[in-house]
C-alpha cells in the first residue's frame, strides 16, 4: 500500500548545520532509530553532531547504507547547489535518497534522469503515496493509542515514539505510526496525513492503522488541534480514522497563546479532554484518556513536577514530563 | 484565485438522460440559475426535459452561448465515446467545456490538444483550483450562513439555494458560496473543499468567503456532517473556515442510518445543533442557530407538517422543508 517506505540502514546526512535545532531531524532518527542508522555525513563547518559514525557515500556504500536521509532543512527551502552531486553520487552508489523537505526531489529533473538510470527512488515523505480511500468506520481489531494536542508543536510525536520506546522495552506488541514527515523520516513508513484530500483523511489512517492481533498496540503519532482555527479537520478526520482506544493529551505548559495565531489562546486542558472523547467516541465508544504529557522545558525543575503533581490531582490520570520524568506511568496504567 | 469560474451563458448538455435524476445537474442549473442558460441539448432518445430551448451546438454559438456544460453522470463513469465529437464541435465552436465527472476532461489527451488549438478551457469541477492557504481564523466583515447535516444528502444544497433566492427576491445583498461539484456548476464558481488537501480546508474557505460589506450575507453551501466517519474532518474544515454567524441544519425526516455508513445511526439534532455551535464557537464565538431545515419527502403532508411543527416546538427556531413550505420563515428570523 505504501510506496514510500525507506530500505534501512540509513546514511543520515546533517549538511553543513551549525546546531542541532537545524539538524533536528537527523538528531531525531538517530535518537529514536539508531539501529537503522549506519552512519552521518556532514559538510565542511558542519557543527552539528549527531553521534554517528563519520562516512562518505562511497564508506557508506561499501558498508550497506540503503537510504541517504536528508537530515536538515536548508534555508530559504530550496536545493543548495552543492548538494547536488552528492545526492548524485548516492543514487549511483545505490541508495535511494529519503527528504522531507518542502521542495519535491521528484520536481528535480536532474535528480530524476539519475534514479531513472540508477534504478533508485527519490522518496518525498511529504508526498502521501498510498491509496486514496474513504473511511468505512467499521471496527477492527487491536489496540490504538493517539496523541492529541491543545495546540500543534506541544510534543505529540515525540510522546508517542517514547511510548512506543517503552512499550518495547516491556515486550509489548507494538508499532509507531507516522502521520508527518519527520516521523515518517524517523520510522521509515507512515503517512503525511495533512496532505491528503480531505475526504480520504479517515479512510488513509483506517489504513494506516490496520486491523491487528488484540492486544498488538499502534501509537499513532498526531497531527494539530481540534482548537486549531486551520488545521481542525486534518486533527477530526485523524481521530476517526484512528478509532482510538486511549487518547493522550499533549500540552505545552506555560503556553498561553496557540502557535502563530494571533488571537487564539490555548485551550483549557479540561475542554481538550472532553472534546476529544466526545468527538472520537463516534468511532469507537470506548475512548478514554490515557494520560497527560506535559512539555515542560519551560520550567525549572521545581516548577515543573509542581505542575506536573498539579494536572494528576486535577484529572486523575497519570501525567509525565517525556523528557524530564519518561513515560512509563503512562505505560504502567494501559498495562492494567 | 479561482480559475475555475464559467462563463455563462451556458448550453446545458443532457445526453440521453432517460429521466430528471440523471439529469440533475442539469436540472439544478436550469432551475437555479435559468438567467444563465441559453438552451439545452438532448442526444436522441433522451426523455430528461429541463424546459430550456432545444439548441444545437452551432444555433448556441451563434446565440452568444459561452459554456458547454455537462448536466449529466454518465452511466459506468467514463465518457461515451459518442460525446467526443460534440465536445470538439463546442470548443470549436469557441465555447469551453465545464464538467463535474470523476473522469477528468484535462485528462483526455484529444480534448486537450483541440482546447489548446482553440484557446478554449476544459473546467473540471471536481479538480480546486484555487491558491492553497492556511486558515488564519482572524475575523472578516460581512454576515456568513453555513447549513451543516446531520448526513451527507438530506438537502443542504438545495437549502442553501433556496435561502440565497429568498433573499434576491428581497434585495438582500447575498452570494452563494458554492462547495461541491454540482453546486459550482449552478452558481459558476465555487470550490469542491472535500477535494482540497487537508491542511488548506479552513484556509480555502476563509478565501471562497472573503470580507464583504457588513450586511452583505454568504450563504454557504454544507458538506457531509460532524458525524460522519469519514468526512467529518471536511465539515469541521469548513465550519472554521466559514467563520459562520448563522447555522442551518440539515436534516431528512425519518432518515435512521447514516447513508451508506453501516452501523452508524443519524444523529439526535440537539446532539447536532450543540456540537456544530460549540464547535464553530472557535472561530466565531456569536455563531447561532438560525433554522432547521427538514426533508420531508418521505412523508405524507399532514404528516409532514406534524413533524414541522414538533420540531419547530423543541427547539424554537424557525423549521421548514424547502421543498413544502419555502425557506421564507428563516430569512424572517435573519432579518429581524
Given at each position: 500500500?505504501?510506496?514510500?517506505?525507506?530500505?534501512?540502514?540509513?546514511?543520515?546526512?546533517?549538511?553543513?548545520?551549525?546546531?542541532?535545532?537545524?539538524?533536528?531531524?537527523?538528531?531525531?532518527?538517530?535518537?529514536?532509530?539508531?539501529?537503522?542508522?549506519?552512519?552521518?555525513?556532514?559538510?565542511?563547518?558542519?557543527?552539528?553532531?549527531?553521534?554517528?559514525?563519520?562516512?562518505?557515500?562511497?564508506?557508506?556504500?561499501?558498508?550497506?547504507?540503503?537510504?541517504?536521509?536528508?537530515?536538515?532543512?536548508?534555508?530559504?527551502?530550496?536545493?543548495?547547489?552543492?548538494?547536488?552531486?552528492?545526492?548524485?553520487?548516492?543514487?549511483?552508489?545505490?541508495?535511494?535518497?529519503?527528504?522531507?523537505?518542502?521542495?519535491?526531489?521528484?520536481?528535480?529533473?536532474?535528480?530524476?534522469?539519475?534514479?531513472?538510470?540508477?534504478?533508485?527512488?527519490?522518496?518525498?515523505?511529504?508526498?502521501?503515496?498510498?491509496?486514496?480511500?474513504?473511511?468505512?468506520?467499521?471496527?477492527?481489531?487491536?489496540?490504538?493509542?493517539?496523541?492529541?494536542?491543545?495546540?500543534?508543536?506541544?510534543?505529540?510525536?515525540?510522546?508517542?515514539?517514547?511510548?512506543?520506546?517503552?512499550?518495547?522495552?516491556?515486550?509489548?506488541?507494538?508499532?509507531?505510526?507516522?502521520?508527518?514527515?519527520?516521523?515518517?523520516?524517523?520510522?521509515?513508513?507512515?503517512?503525511?496525513?495533512?496532505?491528503?484530500?480531505?475526504?480520504?483523511?479517515?479512510?488513509?489512517?483506517?489504513?494506516?492503522?490496520?486491523?491487528?492481533?488484540?492486544?498488538?498496540?499502534?501509537?499513532?503519532?498526531?497531527?494539530?488541534?481540534?482548537?486549531?482555527?486551520?488545521?481542525?479537520?486534518?486533527?477530526?478526520?485523524?481521530?476517526?480514522?484512528?478509532?482510538?482506544?486511549?487518547?493522550?493529551?499533549?500540552?505545552?505548559?506555560?503556553?498561553?497563546?496557540?502557535?502563530?495565531?494571533?488571537?487564539?489562546?490555548?485551550?483549557?486542558?479540561?475542554?481538550?479532554?472532553?472534546?476529544?472523547?466526545?468527538?472520537?467516541?463516534?468511532?469507537?465508544?470506548?475512548?478514554?484518556?490515557?494520560?497527560?504529557?506535559?512539555?515542560?522545558?519551560?520550567?525549572?525543575?521545581?516548577?515543573?513536577?509542581?505542575?506536573?503533581?498539579?494536572?494528576?490531582?486535577?484529572?486523575?490520570?497519570?501525567?509525565?514530563?517525556?523528557?524530564?520524568?519518561?513515560?512509563?506511568?503512562?505505560v504502567d496504567a494501559l498495562e492494567v
Open positions: 500500500m505504501n510506496h514510500n517506505e525507506l530500505k534501512a540502514p540509513y546514511l543520515v546526512f546533517v549538511g553543513d548545520a551549525q546546531d542541532l535545532l537545524t539538524a533536528k531531524v537527523a538528531r531525531g532518527i538517530a535518537h529514536w532509530r539508531p539501529e537503522k542508522c549506519i552512519g552521518q555525513m556532514r559538510l565542511p563547518g558542519a557543527k552539528a553532531d549527531i553521534g554517528l559514525t563519520e562516512m562518505t557515500v562511497r564508506e557508506a556504500a561499501a558498508a550497506g547504507a540503503r537510504t541517504f536521509v536528508l537530515g536538515l532543512a536548508p534555508v530559504g527551502g530550496t536545493l543548495p547547489a552543492e548538494w547536488m552531486p552528492i545526492l548524485v553520487e548516492a543514487l549511483e552508489a545505490g541508495m535511494d535518497i529519503a527528504s522531507g523537505l518542502h521542495v519535491r526531489l521528484n520536481g528535480i529533473q536532474d535528480l530524476v534522469q539519475v534514479a531513472q538510470r540508477t534504478g533508485r527512488r527519490l522518496i518525498d515523505v511529504r508526498e502521501p503515496r498510498v491509496e486514496m480511500v474513504c473511511g468505512t468506520g467499521l471496527p477492527r481489531a487491536g489496540k490504538r493509542l493517539l496523541a492529541v494536542g491543545t495546540d500543534c508543536c506541544v510534543g505529540k510525536m515525540f510522546t508517542t515514539l517514547a511510548i512506543h520506546r517503552e512499550m518495547q522495552k516491556r515486550g509489548i506488541d507494538a508499532t509507531f505510526r507516522a502521520t508527518g514527515q519527520t516521523g515518517i523520516l524517523i520510522e521509515g513508513s507512515g503517512v503525511p496525513v495533512d496532505a491528503v484530500v480531505s475526504d480520504f483523511i479517515a479512510g488513509v489512517v483506517e489504513q494506516l492503522t490496520p486491523a491487528n492481533s488484540p492486544d498488538h498496540w499502534d501509537i499513532i503519532e498526531g497531527q494539530g488541534s481540534l482548537f486549531h482555527p486551520a488545521y481542525a479537520g486534518v486533527s477530526l478526520g485523524l481521530l476517526h480514522g484512528a478509532q482510538a482506544d486511549v487518547i493522550l493529551v499533549c500540552h505545552e505548559a506555560g503556553r498561553e497563546q496557540m502557535d502563530e495565531m494571533e488571537g487564539y489562546p490555548v485551550p483549557d486542558l479540561a475542554d481538550v479532554i472532553e472534546t476529544n472523547l466526545k468527538l472520537g467516541a463516534l468511532t469507537n465508544r470506548n475512548i478514554r484518556l490515557g494520560g497527560i504529557a506535559l512539555n515542560t522545558s519551560a520550567l525549572v525543575e521545581d516548577a515543573a513536577l509542581a505542575e506536573i503533581a498539579r494536572v494528576q490531582a486535577r484529572f486523575g490520570v497519570p501525567v509525565v514530563d517525556p523528557v524530564r520524568t519518561g513515560v512509563a506511568a503512562i
